[in-house]
């Protein structure tokens, strides 16, 4: 039973490895797609401010338009950002849950695998105490009277 249990760690021991290997590469693409919603949202705020700085000056009315059709566009890839930071996030979420399975069944087996070790020294523990007890009454009867 312990060869079993050995091959079955060790094979979730890959798998362990695999999941947080998946779970890292989720965190960093969330993080990469948090840093660049950031950085659209910070050039959107940066247009804005240049539309509204020259809309003091005044603007034609091509150059308006030119000016709303980029914030416009701005907008539509910032929703399509976050959409994809929202699937990000899910996908962080089923990578950490697969992680903590594995992690789990992996931990319930090297526990078990602990308890059957300590099992089998108990057991030769006892079988060593057997052996003495049976020595010690074959030289008591052995003893001249």
């Known amino acids: ?46 247009y804005v401010q240049t539309f509204q700085q020259r809309g003091r000056s005044g603007l034609e009315a091509h150059q308006f ?12 890839a910032q929703q399509q950002q976050q959409e994809g930071l929202q699937q990000a996030r899910e996908q962080l979420g089923k990578s950490r849950d697969a992680w903590l399975a594995v992690r789990a069944r992996k931990q319930a087996i090297a526990k078990l695998m602990e308890r059957e070790a300590e099992r089998k020294k108990q057991e030769a523990a006892r079988q060593e105490q057997k052996m003495l007890d049976n020595l010690a009454i074959y030289r008591y009867h052995r003893k001249p009277l």
């Not at 079993?4 to 965190?27: F, H, I, M, P, T």
């Not at 030119?66 to 907008?75: A, M, P, T, V």
Request: no cysteine.
């Open 1 to 46: 039973m312990s060869r079993a249990l050995n091959l079955l760690l060790e094979q979730l021991d890959g798998e362990e490895r695999r999941a947080a290997a998946e779970l890292n590469v989720a965190q960093l693409q969330l993080q990469q797609m948090e840093q660049q919603l950031e950085t659209l949202s910070q050039y959107q705020r940066q």
């Open 65 to 76: 338009g030119h000016f709303r059709g980029f914030i416009d566009k701005l907008e539509v």
